[in-house]
């Protein structure tokens, strides 16, 4: 109805205004979309209306970037991850909008608590950890710095299982989500075929080339969902599209129906939508399942061909396929990207191989985010055979023309060629994804400086040799600072306001420096204290609500939260707990009286099938048994694992931290995100020589954080002498501490044998003997610190000041410049919010 513009511009929304239209909005929510009234309306109902009048206005403003991004038709960077660890949206969108305020009052009129609405969203839980949570802060960031941007993923029905926590022992429960889901919007209309298994046959066409043609197999239709992005205090709101599985007839089969066959006329229907039904739960871990290669090829096809659909409607010629388009690759689960438009560009548009090739090495970037060989994706041949039969032979020729570059550049290395194929010789032959995703991309980056040397030393260094190093990047991980310093710590985020001349710190977080001018500022430190002192209460509360455990919140919190794993190192926490409860045991009670109190806090989840994290949580829970009875102990320590950890609950345990642990092995985390979480909430950080730790010591300085352990150069020789007998006799303290387990006092000894002779008898992988001594003696250092109150405060106001590189926006805009080559759209004075 494009003539009709007039009309339509005169009954264009634009969403509610003020506080009246607000209310106005939630009103009819309530009364029309709820079907409900001012006599049921409860506090679910109160959140679902609220969500709604808010999506409205985001979708409105979400249409009006999309026009302004298709009408400016500037380059767009699509952001393929298999996890967007989203967390809620209402508080975001309220926030981000600048509308939380009124919001507030407006609930209050209505008779509602705006904290108590906010709580009814179910976390939207697509991800498992660091990196699903990566994505969900770079999203943000794209949309507040006005990038043309899109995220693709999965829309599983199930995202991470939600954890209960059984007599000790981790339980996994279904985390059905969808339920109510206000922020989605189902584009029925949008909608791919995506083909799997059949055969490949070779034809001639007219112009007697010969053409490989996908045929055969089965079909399966990928469904668009799109979620609305609000960027902070700018009118941009980006897309991120979630594809949901659906069996491509769209019907369950009426004549097996009809002939009694129920069972199987709704198979088809049911083996479609398994692919988008589950998220996979494990972190840094590859299990090569079949469905797994299922989801990773049904949501790059389909993205794919909607960002193909997209270039084309500009009918511009393919070469400049790379200036529109700029795609990264979260990991390498969405590597079969590269060969599906290698494929789409040469079976389906005709291209000759190097001219596609070309384009598709320049449209792509490869973040890589962890070195630990467990991590690393390989799929068998047999199986992409039989699943993605013209994606092997794509596969094949890419690797043959990749090897010919190789042998022209080192002649007769065949040891190299062996060594970098992408094809492994082993039985059954693998598809490395890693250097899969290496050759076909531009630009490969790490997470964070060491781990981008790391990688680029070890497990890629051929790939240097090759390629050359400028192929090789580095680009440090960041958070959003609005979520995790104005969400989660309003009051820490308006004391800083005071202090910085306003809230421009949240895009521009390198004015934070500002506050080292304050540090002295008695009434700013007292501040300071009280907000630290409530967020502690808060989450104290939370502790006593759902275990039942009271802890004290003048005692030092200790947190530990994070996925579980070894390499993380939760073990050598609660070995240190239990060191310390031994340690308070022996002394008298005059001696224990004078020592500080702690909580150690715990939380995190185990992947399913990972029987030592399992271990790990249940040692804790029964650690905790013992010490939080123990009447000698009373507050001086207790022990709290804080169940089903989610985006929820971090922005409630990480503003209540006073030192929170980032130990894993040297080496080994590739970055972790959530010490630099815990920092800009001025808490301080016990941590080893990995990730980003060596940044933020860097930033902060060193009297600033509590620093421990072997460094990464030292891991492998330690190693080795663990594997040949030559290291140093199990530490002392560590051997006191497994005599008490081994003794019952945690209960059955057999349950932890496991995790005792790993460190004992097995060569102790990740060094938890070696660290075990420098990590208690630097405990110590952070109880001397802490009992000095004054000097605490001042390391936590001056390490806050110094946290701006930490930005999710600055790690943005280095991918823009430095490999996406993407500009932000400007989007006028007139449409910036304040
Ligand atoms: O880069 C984001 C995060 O990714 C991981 O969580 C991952 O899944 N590989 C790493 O383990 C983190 O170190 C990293 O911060």
Same mark, same amino acid.
């Given at each position: 109805p494009e003539p009709l513009r007039n009309t339509w511009r005169k009954h264009q929304t634009s969403g509610f205004k003020d506080k009246d239209g607000f209310e106005r909005e939630v009103v009819r929510h309530v009364e029309t979309t709820l079907a409900r009234s001012l006599y049921n309306c409860d506090e679910a109902a109160a959140y679902s209306a609220t969500a709604l009048a808010f999506r409205d206005r985001l979708i409105l403003e979400w249409n009006r970037t999309q026009q302004r991004q298709t009408f400016v038709d500037s380059k767009r960077v699509y952001y393929l991850s298999l996890e967007f660890l989203m967390g809620r949206a209402l508080d975001n969108a309220m926030l981000n909008v600048g509308q939380k305020e009124l919001a507030k009052v407006g609930l209050s009129e209505l008779g509602f608590r705006i904290e108590d609405v906010i709580q009814q969203e179910h976390d939207a839980a697509l991800g498992n950890g660091g990196l699903g949570r990566l994505a969900a802060c770079f999203l943000d960031s794209l949309a507040s710095l006005n990038y043309p941007a899109w995220g693709y993923g999965l829309r599983y029905r199930y995202g991470i299982f939600k954890q209960e926590i059984i007599d000790g022992y981790q339980v996994e429960v279904p985390d059905y989500w969808l339920d109510f889901n206000p922020w989605e919007f189902p584009r029925h209309d949008v909608t791919v075929d995506i083909q799997f298994y059949g055969s490949v046959e070779k034809k001639t066409n007219d112009a007697g080339r010969t053409v490989c043609h996908w045929e055969g197999g089965e079909t399966v239709k990928a469904v668009a969902y799109d979620m609305p992005i609000p960027g902070h205090a700018t009118p941009t709101t980006n897309n991120l599209r979630l594809w949901s599985s659906k069996a491509a007839s769209g019907e369950f089969d009426f004549q097996k129906f009809n002939s009694g066959d129920y069972e199987s006329s709704v198979a088809d229907q049911q083996r479609a939508e398994t692919i988008s039904a589950v998220l996979y739960p494990n972190d840094n871990l590859d299990r090569g399942k079949e469905l797994r290669l299922k989801q990773q090829y049904f949501w790059v096809a389909a993205s794919l061909y909607d960002i193909v659909r997209r270039f084309k409607k500009t009918k511009r010629p393919w070469n400049e396929f790379p200036e529109q388009v700029a795609i990264q690759l979260n990991d390498t689960h969405p590597t079969l990207a590269i060969v599906e438009l290698q494929r789409i560009l040469v079976d389906l548009e005709g291209l000759e191989w190097d001219e596609a090739w070309n384009i598709v090495v320049n449209t792509f970037g490869y973040t890589n985010h962890t070195v630990l060989p467990e991590a690393l994706e390989k799929w068998s041949v047999p199986l992409v055979q039989h699943l993605l039969p013209r994606h092997l032979q794509i596969i094949y020729d890419i690797n043959l023309f990749f090897l010919q570059k190789v042998e022209r550049k080192f002649p007769g290395d065949v040891q190299l060629l062996r060594d970098v194929s %992408? %094809?492994?010789?082993s039985q059954p032959k693998m598809v490395r994804m890693a250097y899969l995703a290496i050759v076909g991309s531009h630009k490969v980056n790490g997470v964070a400086e060491l781990h981008s040397e790391l990688i680029q030393a070890t497990i890629f260094k051929d790939f240097v040799r090759i390629f050359?190093?400028?192929?090789f990047t580095n680009v440090t991980n960041g958070i959003t600072p609005r979520r995790w310093l104005h969400q989660a710590n309003p009051r820490l985020s308006e004391l800083i306001a005071s202090k910085t001349g306003g809230y421009g710190f949240l895009k521009?977080?390198?004015?934070?420096?500002?506050l080292e001018l304050h540090v002295n500022d008695k009434q700013f430190r007292k501040e300071w204290a009280e907000i630290k002192y409530a967020n502690k209460v808060r989450l104290a509360k939370h502790i006593t609500a759902t275990t039942g455990i009271t802890v004290n919140p003048t005692a030092l919190f200790d947190v530990q939260v994070k996925r579980i794993h070894e390499y993380k190192r939760q073990q050598m926490n609660i070995f240190g707990a239990i060191h310390r409860y031994l340690t308070l045991k022996a002394m008298s009670p005059e001696e224990r009286q004078k020592q500080l109190p702690r909580v150690s806090i715990f939380g995190g989840k185990a992947a399913p099938g990972y029987w030592m994290a399992k271990q790990i949580i249940h040692l804790i829970n029964s650690v905790g048994a013992v010490i939080n009875n123990d009447k000698d102990i009373g507050d001086l320590l207790k022990v709290v694992f804080v169940e089903d950890y989610n985006v929820s609950k971090a922005e409630m345990i990480i503003p209540a931290s006073d030192i929170s642990e980032h130990i894993s092995t040297a080496g080994t985390e590739a970055s972790g995100t959530s010490n630099m979480k815990f920092v800009l909430n001025g808490g301080l950080i016990i941590g080893t020589c990995d990730g980003a730790n060596i940044e933020i010591t860097r930033e902060i300085?060193?009297?600033n954080i509590f620093l421990f352990g072997h460094l990464s150069e030292e891991v492998e020789p330690l190693r080795h002498a663990h594997r040949y007998g030559a290291a140093s006799p199990l530490d002392p303290d560590l051997a006191r501490v497994f005599e008490e387990i081994e003794k019952g006092t945690f209960g059955n000894p057999q349950d932890f044998a496991g995790m005792i002779s790993a460190v004992r008898d097995h060569g102790d992988y990740y060094l938890v003997s070696d660290d075990f001594s420098s990590y208690i003696a630097t405990h110590d250092a952070v109880d001397e610190a802490y009992r000095d109150q004054e000097g605490w405060i001042t390391k936590c106001i001056t390490s806050v000041s110094r946290m701006g590189f930490f930005s999710s926006d600055r790690c943005i805009n280095e991918y823009a410049e430095g490999i996406w080559n993407v500009e932000p759209l400007k989007v006028g004075e007139h449409a910036e919010r304040a």
């Amino acid at each position: 109805p494009e003539p009709l513009r007039n009309t339509w511009r005169k009954h264009q929304t634009s969403g509610f205004k003020d506080k009246d239209g607000f209310e106005r909005e939630v009103v009819r929510h309530v009364e029309t979309t709820l079907a409900r009234s001012l006599y049921n309306c409860d506090e679910a109902a109160a959140y679902s209306a609220t969500a709604l009048a808010f999506r409205d206005r985001l979708i409105l403003e979400w249409n009006r970037t999309q026009q302004r991004q298709t009408f400016v038709d500037s380059k767009r960077v699509y952001y393929l991850s298999l996890e967007f660890l989203m967390g809620r949206a209402l508080d975001n969108a309220m926030l981000n909008v600048g509308q939380k305020e009124l919001a507030k009052v407006g609930l209050s009129e209505l008779g509602f608590r705006i904290e108590d609405v906010i709580q009814q969203e179910h976390d939207a839980a697509l991800g498992n950890g660091g990196l699903g949570r990566l994505a969900a802060c770079f999203l943000d960031s794209l949309a507040s710095l006005n990038y043309p941007a899109w995220g693709y993923g999965l829309r599983y029905r199930y995202g991470i299982f939600k954890q209960e926590i059984i007599d000790g022992y981790q339980v996994e429960v279904p985390d059905y989500w969808l339920d109510f889901n206000p922020w989605e919007f189902p584009r029925h209309d949008v909608t791919v075929d995506i083909q799997f298994y059949g055969s490949v046959e070779k034809k001639t066409n007219d112009a007697g080339r010969t053409v490989c043609h996908w045929e055969g197999g089965e079909t399966v239709k990928a469904v668009a969902y799109d979620m609305p992005i609000p960027g902070h205090a700018t009118p941009t709101t980006n897309n991120l599209r979630l594809w949901s599985s659906k069996a491509a007839s769209g019907e369950f089969d009426f004549q097996k129906f009809n002939s009694g066959d129920y069972e199987s006329s709704v198979a088809d229907q049911q083996r479609a939508e398994t692919i988008s039904a589950v998220l996979y739960p494990n972190d840094n871990l590859d299990r090569g399942k079949e469905l797994r290669l299922k989801q990773q090829y049904f949501w790059v096809a389909a993205s794919l061909y909607d960002i193909v659909r997209r270039f084309k409607k500009t009918k511009r010629p393919w070469n400049e396929f790379p200036e529109q388009v700029a795609i990264q690759l979260n990991d390498t689960h969405p590597t079969l990207a590269i060969v599906e438009l290698q494929r789409i560009l040469v079976d389906l548009e005709g291209l000759e191989w190097d001219e596609a090739w070309n384009i598709v090495v320049n449209t792509f970037g490869y973040t890589n985010h962890t070195v630990l060989p467990e991590a690393l994706e390989k799929w068998s041949v047999p199986l992409v055979q039989h699943l993605l039969p013209r994606h092997l032979q794509i596969i094949y020729d890419i690797n043959l023309f990749f090897l010919q570059k190789v042998e022209r550049k080192f002649p007769g290395d065949v040891q190299l060629l062996r060594d970098v194929s %992408i %094809i492994e010789e082993s039985q059954p032959k693998m598809v490395r994804m890693a250097y899969l995703a290496i050759v076909g991309s531009h630009k490969v980056n790490g997470v964070a400086e060491l781990h981008s040397e790391l990688i680029q030393a070890t497990i890629f260094k051929d790939f240097v040799r090759i390629f050359g190093p400028d192929k090789f990047t580095n680009v440090t991980n960041g958070i959003t600072p609005r979520r995790w310093l104005h969400q989660a710590n309003p009051r820490l985020s308006e004391l800083i306001a005071s202090k910085t001349g306003g809230y421009g710190f949240l895009k521009d977080l390198t004015q934070l420096n500002q506050l080292e001018l304050h540090v002295n500022d008695k009434q700013f430190r007292k501040e300071w204290a009280e907000i630290k002192y409530a967020n502690k209460v808060r989450l104290a509360k939370h502790i006593t609500a759902t275990t039942g455990i009271t802890v004290n919140p003048t005692a030092l919190f200790d947190v530990q939260v994070k996925r579980i794993h070894e390499y993380k190192r939760q073990q050598m926490n609660i070995f240190g707990a239990i060191h310390r409860y031994l340690t308070l045991k022996a002394m008298s009670p005059e001696e224990r009286q004078k020592q500080l109190p702690r909580v150690s806090i715990f939380g995190g989840k185990a992947a399913p099938g990972y029987w030592m994290a399992k271990q790990i949580i249940h040692l804790i829970n029964s650690v905790g048994a013992v010490i939080n009875n123990d009447k000698d102990i009373g507050d001086l320590l207790k022990v709290v694992f804080v169940e089903d950890y989610n985006v929820s609950k971090a922005e409630m345990i990480i503003p209540a931290s006073d030192i929170s642990e980032h130990i894993s092995t040297a080496g080994t985390e590739a970055s972790g995100t959530s010490n630099m979480k815990f920092v800009l909430n001025g808490g301080l950080i016990i941590g080893t020589c990995d990730g980003a730790n060596i940044e933020i010591t860097r930033e902060i300085d060193e009297p600033n954080i509590f620093l421990f352990g072997h460094l990464s150069e030292e891991v492998e020789p330690l190693r080795h002498a663990h594997r040949y007998g030559a290291a140093s006799p199990l530490d002392p303290d560590l051997a006191r501490v497994f005599e008490e387990i081994e003794k019952g006092t945690f209960g059955n000894p057999q349950d932890f044998a496991g995790m005792i002779s790993a460190v004992r008898d097995h060569g102790d992988y990740y060094l938890v003997s070696d660290d075990f001594s420098s990590y208690i003696a630097t405990h110590d250092a952070v109880d001397e610190a802490y009992r000095d109150q004054e000097g605490w405060i001042t390391k936590c106001i001056t390490s806050v000041s110094r946290m701006g590189f930490f930005s999710s926006d600055r790690c943005i805009n280095e991918y823009a410049e430095g490999i996406w080559n993407v500009e932000p759209l400007k989007v006028g004075e007139h449409a910036e919010r304040a």
